[in-house]
């Protein structure tokens, strides 16, 4: 079974950096055509896509975290990354990667519902 393992977490202070990772080794080893995405939910409110990636290199950033937030894969495309640069207290959230088989159009690669893989998630608090 594919599993997705997100670290990196943890508490920054505002305008603090931090960078997530996610094991992303059980998709991008198997498959030949991907989205992977990193997703926030904050309590209270419903889960919100941040940044994708496609099997091609193409990204795609929700409007709030272009410039401050930055998706990539490592050289071996094992692990995918978040940077997440001048952080500010809503930012704070569980942070997760989602993974899907196949390149989403365009217009879903944020949205929840197309993603089928999910990780368990990793916390980041901004104060």
């Known amino acids: 079974q594919v599993q997705l393992v997100e670290s990196g977490g943890g508490s920054v202070e505002t305008g603090g950096s931090l960078r997530l990772s996610c094991t992303a080794s059980?998709?991008?080893?198997?498959?030949?055509?991907?989205?992977l995405a990193w997703f926030r939910q904050a309590p209270g409110h419903e889960r919100e896509g941040l940044a994708s990636?496609?099997?091609?290199?193409?990204?795609t950033y929700a409007e709030r975290v272009q410039g401050r937030f930055f998706i990539s894969l490592d050289n071996d495309k094992s692990t995918l990354f978040l940077q997440m640069n001048d952080l500010k207290p809503e930012d704070t959230a569980m942070y997760y990667c989602?993974?899907?088989?196949?390149?989403?159009?365009?217009?879903?690669?944020?949205?929840?519902?197309?993603?089928?893989?999910w990780g368990q998630g990793t916390q980041v608090t901004v104060s």
């Open positions: 989602a993974a899907s088989v196949i390149v989403l159009q365009l217009g879903s690669r944020l949205m929840r519902r197309p993603y089928n893989h």
């Open positions: 990636v496609t099997s091609a290199g193409v990204t």
């Open positions: 059980g998709y991008t080893h198997v498959y030949t055509k991907y989205t």
